[in-house]
């Protein structure tokens, strides 16, 4: 395993650099993305750089420029600190830099930059500190400090709101007033053009000589979009110049805010959040970061090599740097660490990062599945639009009320020359489906009755009644096919009856047919409110026609289930050259999509992602059949895919792929090949490595609805122990080689594991005896 | 006089450096912009740098960002192109970097620019050259060798339409297609937010190894409001590759291009350009350059010093390619070089662009009066929105039909921290005087009865029924009054009375009689036309009632013209300290605008600016008085300054300082202080070069509706020779110490020359001995 960053044996929450070189400028920003769900900034440098990638978002704050749709809007940059020294700006291209060390601290999300600069015969030291704040989710505070040991300096610092952010230079926000309080609080105001959400932008600084604060009031500019203070200093040698910049946002959306007093509400915080320094302030996030994350969802592993840890730690840093609170929002695909994607939702949430959330935080996940109950409005007018009935999600969710938000054309055909139509936010439908199932895991992880009543069961009807209404009969054979989709492997434009799309289309009628008859006789109440809201009577009577008729491809033969229709008929290909890790798109330097489509070529688990969803369909000779066939085809040539076929492995096991797969998928973003780092991580694959090390090595499984652990540990790892949640208690898991450890805090549980149930009573706990693995071996 | 450019003894239309630092970056952007008046770019590199300021404008391409005023957009990029050399991209604070020189032909408008790069232990020469047609002015074309002597070298390169462009990212355009045709045309469409003007841009390349054109088409990258061609070539030790960009634009309101077939039509007009190589291209503009700009403008300085000539050349080239053809638009207060004042136009052009296009190119000059002609309809709005009648032409004007369009707020007021608002587009009033005055001129020098009658004598009734529905009647002294206004000195935001705002009122109100009584004689059709347009049996009422009862402040016992009613009251401080040419603005450092509004202290010519152009009305006693009271109370802090001061001081014969304004005003932009480089040139300033070598030192005004040449050559300058036109003939005037040389090509000609009438005959000439002059100096 390679990564981009450099690691510490002792300290497995560090992620560091002494590179600052412009090749790997953009991947550093992502890697060390630093966020509290609500507010998020890319590591950029302080002072501009060129080709920087310099985004701050507000998680949920949509709005859709003229002509495009709706994405996060890159909001005005709060780090910027442009420094001269005698006159001289800093720039790490001019002079000589020596000693330079940028890291990041994923424990408490703080940046650190250090370095000499050696300018004009002076070395001039720089320290670099900052982060967003935990326990005030609208705080950013930094710090640097200046010193030169053996030279006067003059240090002239300029810092401020600047405004003069965009989305690749499309503008959402409509500047409003620049403003100044008692001359040393700067505010900026603006408003998204669409959407009309109000931003307020604070800042204020506070400079010290060595430890002696100055009074001095800064000499403030403005200019468009521009408000910053300035500041001219003369330092004797030996003398530290620490610098303290205070920001806040608020927004009119916020929940703890009051829209109508945001300019002078938000000043007053900053004055309050002001009063601690730069180390009181960070030790108040630090316990929120402790308290809040790390108690919650422990994951250790011993082994030689420390990166396993360093990549749990730095999956999880992120998914809570990205996850917001507040369900009307949910995690983008690329949370708020760039721009790609547009800050959108897609399944990745369900299928990729659910299972983290479920089983550690079930309060975070039922935030993220109340967003698709928010999202049930969008939804329906979604499923109006393409002449459908129910619940349609969308294929790319922002606000969640807009319905579908994909782009409708992309580049144009290097053919044609004439714009591509995009089609995923049209015939990629297997969302819907994906929804149903991560609502049945959380119901079964957690038992959250009332999660259940009040959204559950409405959104796994409504979906379900979308999926009826999408049938089509094929009266000759006397079956509901499903034609014309996108299923997982997105090589397959137009693919009818993809085995994926059909087989959980089935699967979400079927409970959905359970769920009607649950409440019907449990809580007629319930029944009658959503019986009326969804005409479920009628509904009722067309799942119980269609659900056994619906076309569910079964294996051939040799045991393969066929992708879709087409599939098992197209020309084989060799496609292990295009399986490399180190690049995105190889394929498309050889090949077109319409030559791909010709061919069995499979971008990411498909057929084997099924097979992972539903195991107990299938039996092993059809997993390892499917493997064997699926696996070879692959490109992997999509983030959402090892960390799938790591698991699978796992329960095959085969352990040297398992762990090749996880190898991969750790250097999703941890790697060192450069893919579109600018664009922001990969989500899914955070919560994939949170899969992969606990439903994967881990063994934890929900099996028709009952906890199973049967862990496989790699053969490098010493030991694994990890912390869930099963149905309100917090279940400690322990797993060496030959042994299971299991302790229960809170009321006892039930586990399976290796065909045995076992039963640990409350808070205590059980010792188990491993089966010894066959070690598969290439 | 110190220049920011080096200039050359033997060619006086050369500016150029060899300094590639930070520090000068955005100057040496904007003293070597390139435009053909319809389009214009900063001279920015063709490879990114870090704070340049990429501008592109088409003229006249106006639009609102909303809750912003109009402005013109910054369009996508079309000088772009990125090169790397073994993998490496070219960045000159990468390596090292010998033999760089950049430098702009003033004659042909051709920027170059060579250097030596070593990098990797490989020295790579580059040689840039580009321009903007004259000839076709949509069409932009460039060219770069790459090329090195020692080393084999592989060179990637990256060039197209790069549309992330802004407007201090206020966010003008919308995406439309991209588009790709024959493989190697790359097109991008864009549409203004809220104006809905169409832009298509269009690209394609040619690439040469040692003249042999390389038939490859280019691997296209598409993205967000980006498309590229990419190119790779492995070049042998000693080859050359030449690649060659030809690039063009076009909108929907082009006068020569059909709205609804941009897009095919434009790729076809550049299949046909990219058929000339890159010199038959640049042949093609320079003849366009000599037959429509030099032949007509001849200025022709003998002197020691080689920077006048130079300055002179630059002015002249820079008003040419800033200087739409199209009478829908104007030039702007800094052309289409940048983004200060938003592309707007000011009285700049009337006061001091003017005077060069009238003697010059009268059919320029009566485009840019015509556009204040289709103003008209906007100059209504304005009055009526502020309850007056008549014109009222807006003090900012950018699409003529919108009337006023200047901002109504500014930054934060640093005492009360909230933001100010700014008077001008509501008080400063004097514009709709300043479009009679270059009208008069304009008739008087071209003798237009055409103009006149279909445009100009409206004009002034209707900019005369303004002023008279704006005079305030003072019953107390029977006089009409203009109060609260801010007059050429912008330091005094509500005066009363200012002097230049009371005397061209009255001025423009008895042009306006004149014009009644002259049209109601000869032109009864006209009359009876604007009669009823304009109502102007009642309006010629009122102004025979007001004309001799406006109050028009009268020398005081000192000879001095009071300002304003406040101003000889106030206190009077040390001046000389803020008489600085080296920076701007220095005076607010020590004093608010609330406390310069309380001193005796003026920005720029005021009372003197009336003094100059209305120079009959005061004797030579009261002119030296107002320049002796006025001018060391001047800053000079406003660009439209020195080219006043200098031509009236050698109206008075203070020769030394006239000069001494003369080297300040050509420092304006060629100087080296940085200013607000970054915002472009001020173009005022280019006017005001002609003005002070040609009315000033060339001694040419229009006195009484006569031409008067009465010249005060420089001490160091041996001859001066220059070309105006006179009521359609060409005039050529030759001067050195004592003698003039007046030559005529066309009809006879009559002016005066020191109390003296000459008459020349057709296509005659004739000498004068010039008065020998009193030379005063320090």
New interface residues.
């Given amino acids: 395993m390679k990564f981009c960053v450099d690691t510490n044996e002792k300290n497995s929450w560090y992620i560091g650099t002494n590179d600052y070189g412009?090749k790997m400028i953009n991947k550093f920003e992502t890697v060390m993305f630093q966020g509290n769900g609500y507010m998020g900034m890319r590591a950029v440098a302080e002072e501009?750089?060129?080709?920087e990638q310099r985004d701050m978002f507000i998680s949920g704050t949509f709005d859709a420029?003229?002509?495009?749709v709706t994405e996060l809007p890159n909001l005005p940059d709060l780090i910027n600190l442009e420094i001269k020294v005698d006159g001289q700006?800093l720039?790490l291209?001019?002079g000589y830099v020596e000693n330079y060390h940028k890291s990041l601290n994923l424990k408490n999300g703080e940046l650190t930059r250090t370095f000499d600069w050696i300018i004009n015969n002076k070395a001039v030291h720089f320290n670099y500190r900052r982060f967003i704040s935990m326990y005030d989710k609208h705080l950013f505070v930094s710090q640097v400090e200046v010193s030169s040991a053996q030279d006067e300096l003059n240090v002239q610092l300029s810092s401020g709101i600047d405004?003069?952010?965009?989305n690749?230079?499309?503008?959402h926000l409509?500047?409003g007033?620049?403003?100044?309080?008692?001359?040393q609080y700067i505010q900026m105001q603006a408003?998204t053009?669409q959407s009309h959400i109000d931003f307020v932008f604070n800042v204020r600084h506070k400079i010290y000589v060595d430890e002696v604060l100055l009074s001095d009031k800064p000499y403030?500019n403005?200019?468009?979009?521009?408000?910053f203070g300035n500041y001219n200093v003369d330092l004797q040698a030996g003398q530290t110049l620490t610098f303290i910049k205070y920001a806040n946002v608020y927004t009119s959306i916020d929940q703890d805010a009051d829209p109508n007093k945001l300019t002078d509400d938000s000043v007053a915080a900053l004055k309050r959040a002001s009063l601690s320094n730069y180390n009181e302030s960070l030790q108040k996030s630090d316990r929120v970061w402790n308290h809040n994350i790390w108690q919650k969802n422990y994951v250790q592993i011993d082994s030689e090599d420390e990166k396993p840890q360093v990549a749990i730690n730095f999956a999880r840093y992120q998914l809570a740097a990205n996850t917001p609170l507040d369900p009307r929002m949910n995690i983008g695909a690329k949370g708020i660490t760039g721009e790609g994607y547009k800050g959108h939702t897609f399944w990745d949430t369900e299928i990729f990062m659910l299972p983290y959330y479920t089983f550690t935080m079930p309060d975070v996940a039922k935030n993220l599945l109340t967003y698709r109950y928010l999202g049930l409005q969008g939804a329906h007018k979604k499923a109006q639009g393409n002449n459908y009935q129910g619940a349609q999600f969308p294929w790319e969710a922002a606000d969640p009320t807009d319905g579908e938000t994909a782009p409708l054309?992309g580049?144009?055909d290097?053919v044609t020359?004439?714009?591509m139509k995009i089609w995923s936010g049209f015939i990629e439908q297997h969302v819907t489906s994906d929804i149903v199932i991560a609502i049945m895991d959380y119901l079964h992880a957690t038992g959250d009755q009332v999660f259940a009543d009040d959204m559950g069961y409405e959104i796994i009807l409504d979906a379900a009644k979308f999926w009826s209404s999408r049938l089509e009969y094929n009266e000759e054979q006397d079956v509901y096919e499903i034609n014309d989709v996108i299923g997982p492997d997105e090589y397959k434009e137009h693919a009818d009856n993809n085995a994926f799309t059909n087989y959980t289309a089935q699967w979400c009628i079927q409970k959905a047919i359970k769920v009607y008859n649950l409440i019907k006789e449990e809580n007629p109440e319930l029944y009658l409110k959503l019986s009326n809201k969804l005409n479920l009577e009628t509904t009722y009577e067309s799942w119980i026609n269609q659900v056994n008729r619906i076309y569910v491809p079964q294996p051939n033969i040799e045991g393969v289930i066929p992708e879709d229709d087409q599939y098992l008929s197209l020309k084989n290909v060799d496609v292990s050259k295009f399986q490399v890790n180190d690049q995105i798109s190889t394929i498309f330097k050889t090949y077109n999509l319409s030559q791909i489509n010709q061919m069995q070529i499979t971008k990411q688990a498909d057929v084997l992602l099924l097979i992972y969803l539903f195991e107990n369909m299938f039996d092993d000779n059809i997993k390892q059949s499917n493997w064997n066939y699926y696996e070879p085809r692959t490109t992997h040539d999509s983030s959402l895919s090892q960390s799938i076929h790591s698991i699978l492995a796992s329960d095959l096991g085969l352990n040297d792929e398992a762990y090749k797969f996880y190898e991969m998928s750790c250097e999703t973003d941890l790697g060192i090949h450069i893919g579109k780092a600018i664009r922001g991580l990969h989500m899914a694959a955070c919560g994939g490595l949170w899969n992969m090390t606990v439903e994967g090595f881990g063994g934890v499984r929900i099996d028709n609805g009952k906890l199973r652990i049967e862990p496989h540990l790699p053969a490098s790892w010493n030991s694994l122990k990890y912390q869930i949640n099963w149905q309100g208690s917090t279940v400690r898991v322990g797993i060496d080689g030959e042994k299971m450890f299991v302790q229960v805090i809170g009321d006892g549980i039930e586990f399976v594991s290796y065909g045995r149930e076992y039963q640990v009573p409350a808070n205590g706990s059980l010792e188990i005896e491993l089966p010894v693995e066959e070690t598969v071996t290439d």
């Fill in positions: 412009s501009k750089q060129l080709h420029f003229p002509n495009e700006p720039c291209k001019d405004g003069r952010q965009s690749d230079e499309s503008q409509m500047e007033d620049k403003r100044l309080y008692d001359g408003e053009q403030i403005m200019s468009r979009r521009q408000i054309w580049s144009a290097i020359g004439k714009p």
